[in-house]
């Protein structure tokens, strides 16, 4: 059975950092783009940060530029975000998510992205 295992959300201050964990089990891809996604009730989804386990550049939404930054796991089905600086717009549901082969354009729409997790919360206070 294909399934994300997500860990690492949790509630800091602003100016705290926090990692999250992703690690993707019983997929058959020879490769996969892995990314992650903030959702906040009521708002759009966004593309926070994506990386490919073939190697190459890694993607990131321009609010996180300097303060987040997505590392490739030794175990190439894994990767972890690492949260730094972080701001109360920060907050929300965190998805990881995967897609066999290389990122697409439009990964942060979504597209390319098959298999979801069930999402991490993450809350920085003021």
């Known amino acids: 059975q294909v399934q994300l295992r997500e860990s690492g959300g949790g509630s800091v201050q602003a100016g705290g950092s926090l990692r999250l964990s992703c690690v993707a089990y019983?997929?058959?891809?020879?490769?996969?783009?892995l990314g992650w996604f903030r959702q906040v009730t009521g708002n759009e989804r966004v593309g926070v940060a994506a990386?490919?386990?073939?190697?190459?550049?890694?993607y990131y939404h321009h609010s996180v530029n300097g303060r987040f930054t997505i590392v490739q796991g030794s175990n190439l089905n894994a990767a972890y975000l690492d949260m730094n600086s972080l701001e109360p717009e920060d907050s929300g549901m965190y998805y990881c998510?995967?897609?066999?082969?290389?990122?697409?354009?439009?990964?942060?729409?979504?597209?390319?992205?098959?298999?979801w997790g069930k999402g991490s919360l993450v809350t920085v206070s003021s």
């Open positions: 990386i490919y386990s073939g190697g190459g550049p890694k």
């Open positions: 998510a995967i897609g066999g082969g290389n990122c697409r354009a439009g990964w942060s729409d979504g597209v390319g992205m098959n298999i």
């Open positions: 019983g997929h058959t891809y020879d490769s996969i783009c």
